[in-house]
Structure formats: structure tokens, C-alpha cells
T-cell receptor, first 115, second 110 residues
Framework: NAGVTQTPKFQVLKTGQSMTLQCAQDMNHNSMYWYRQDPGMGLRLIYYSASEGTTDKGEVPNGYNVSRLNKREFSLRLESAAPSQTSVYFC??????????????FGPGTRLTVL | QKEVEQDPGPLSVPEGAIVSLNCTYSNSAFQYFMWYRQYSRKGPELLMYTYSSGNKEDGRFTAQVDKSSKYISLFIRDSQPSDSATYLCAMTLYGNKLVFGAGTILRVKS
């Protein structure tokens, strides 16, 4: 049981390049999330998918797109990377039901640098 | 003003000390209050949660919520070097989205 896995672990991009961050979970969770973590800012929600087939914007969606490929996989795409997107990106999943606390399980993160 | 405020620290204490970590928030509708622990270069993990007001104890850890003051706390008794980590508070209205504090870096010196 690997939990939440993310690839790649590290990536360096040049401004304007594109890339896709991959996330997979093996806990049969319905909901999946993408966050970015910056010093002094905590975790900020980029996009989330409450269930397979749905996606919604979070707090900071500009410059990103997502795809919920199936129940297990949720990818994050940067179409034209900018230095402001240098950050650590975390994927999370949960078996959330309405009214529940929503315990989220996080992956190990992807450290992205945009030059 | 951020919805959840948390002093980023770092907070440095000697082994065995009692640690107090705190967050304030502005949205009185929050119902669930959580503390996540994040070790260096790892993803966060849920440490404790409290529903509405009150205290919850789990071993050396105690979580408190004061909704009248919009203030939550995490106390760590007999702190250990293994407690050195970043502690993030998080809260939610209905559970679908969590709002996180900035995180407090804690260093416990042996």
C-alpha cells in the first residue's frame, strides 16, 4: 500500500516550458487535491476533484490545469511555466463525505524550480 | 487579512519543555479544527482534530479550540527532538476544502 505517490520528485524548467505533475493514490479515495507550499504562505489549494469526473478551482488556479484521469490519478499541468510557479507541489487524497472532517493524505511532494 | 493566521516561528525549545502552538481565524463558521505535522521534505500528516469547541488529548498532545475567541492551540508535553517539525493548523466549514495556516517551525534541542 503505497498511499499517495507523485512524480517527478524534482524538476527544473525554463520560463515558458510546459510540464505535467503526476499523482496517483491506491486507497480508493473519491477526492483528490493539488496544493502548492511556499515559505510563509502555508498550503494553498490550486484545484481539487471531489469525485471522478469533476474538477473545481481552488484558491490559486491561474496558470494551471488539471485532469482527473480516473479514480486513482489526478494530474496537474503547467502550460507555460513562470518563475512565480517555483514552489513545492503536494497532491492529497481523501475519502470525504459531506459533514466529515476530511482527513487528507499527502504525497511526498514535487520540488519545482522555474528559471 | 488571511483567513487563518499562524506565527511561522521558528520556535526553539529544550527537550522536555511544554510547547504551545497557536492559530487564530476569522471565519466563525469553521467546524473542524485540525493539526498536521510535516517533517522536513515530507508531506503533512494529520496529527489531531477537534470538532467544534473543547479539548482533545492524545498522549503528549492536547488540542484546544476556543470558538468565542476564534483561537486554537496545540500543546506538546515533554517535548522530544523527534517532535521537531513544522506544525500546520487547518480548518474547514463542511469538510470539502481545508484552509491552512502558514505553519510553525518547531525545533526541540537535546
Amino acid at each position: 500500500n503505497a498511499g499517495v505517490t507523485q512524480t517527478p520528485k524534482f524538476q527544473v524548467l525554463k520560463t515558458g516550458q510546459s510540464m505535467t505533475l503526476q499523482c496517483a493514490q491506491d486507497m480508493n479515495h473519491n477526492s483528490m487535491y493539488w496544493y502548492r507550499q511556499d515559505p510563509g504562505m502555508g498550503l494553498r489549494l490550486i484545484y481539487y476533484s471531489a469525485s471522478e469526473g469533476t474538477t473545481d478551482k481552488g484558491e490559486v488556479p491561474n496558470g494551471y490545469n488539471v485532469s482527473r484521469l480516473n479514480k486513482r490519478e489526478f494530474s496537474l499541468r503547467l502550460e507555460s511555466a513562470a518563475p512565480s510557479q517555483t514552489s513545492v507541489y503536494f497532491c492529497a487524497s481523501s475519502d470525504w463525505n459531506a459533514g466529515d472532517k476530511n482527513e487528507q493524505f499527502f504525497g511526498p511532494g514535487t520540488r519545482l524550480t522555474v528559471l | 487579512q488571511k483567513e487563518v493566521e499562524q506565527d511561522p516561528g521558528p520556535l526553539s525549545v529544550p527537550e522536555g519543555a511544554i510547547v504551545s502552538l497557536n492559530c487564530t481565524y476569522s471565519n466563525s463558521a469553521f467546524q473542524y479544527f485540525m493539526w498536521y505535522r510535516q517533517y522536513s521534505r515530507k508531506g503533512p500528516e494529520l496529527l489531531m482534530y477537534t470538532y467544534s469547541s473543547g479539548n482533545k488529548e492524545d498522549g503528549r498532545f492536547t488540542a484546544q479550540v476556543d470558538k468565542s475567541s476564534k483561537y486554537i492551540s496545540l500543546f506538546i508535553r515533554d517535548s522530544q527532538p523527534s517532535d521537531s517539525a513544522t506544525y500546520l493548523c487547518a480548518m474547514t466549514l463542511y469538510g470539502n476544502k481545508l484552509v491552512f495556516g502558514a505553519g510553525t517551525i518547531l525545533r526541540v534541542k537535546s
